[in-house]
């Protein structure tokens, strides 16, 4: 059983950066893709970014060019690092184990973008 925390969400002004962390608990992080997913209000839920066991990587064209994803497998974390923060990036994050062990969901981390 796996247990996924995130921390880092808060209030930052266009153009502004953010740094996501995802903590995971349980065995065979290492063995599992990670990624990260939003949802905004009253939008259904989106894929932001991937990282493969293997290190590569797979972004949202939306995102693309201003977040990236990384993971440290000893610490078992995976991190989000948002630039050039849009007001359409605004929505409660999640990150998400994928990829063989099947899906697993943390709480989720509010990101508002906003002046």
């Known amino acids: 059983q796996v247990r996924l925390v995130e921390s880092g969400g808060g209030l930052v002004q266009p153009g502004g950066s953010l740094r996501l962390s995802c903590a995971a608990s349980?065995?065979?992080?290492?063995?599992?893709?990670m990624a990260w997913y939003r949802q905004a209000p009253g939008k259904e839920r989106e894929f932001v970014a991937l990282?493969?066991?293997?290190?590569?990587?797979r972004y949202a064209d939306s995102v693309k060019g201003r977040f990236t994803i990384f993971r440290d497998n000893v610490k078992t974390t995976v991190d989000l690092q948002m630039n050039s923060l849009k007001p359409e990036d605004t929505a409660v994050y999640y990150c998400?184990?994928?990829?063989?062990?099947?899906?697993?969901w943390g709480q989720g981390t509010q990101v508002t973008v906003s002046s």
């Open positions: 998400a184990r994928t990829f063989p062990s099947g899906p697993s």
């Open positions: 349980g065995s065979d992080f290492s063995k599992n893709y």
């Open positions: 990282i493969t066991s293997g290190g590569s990587t």
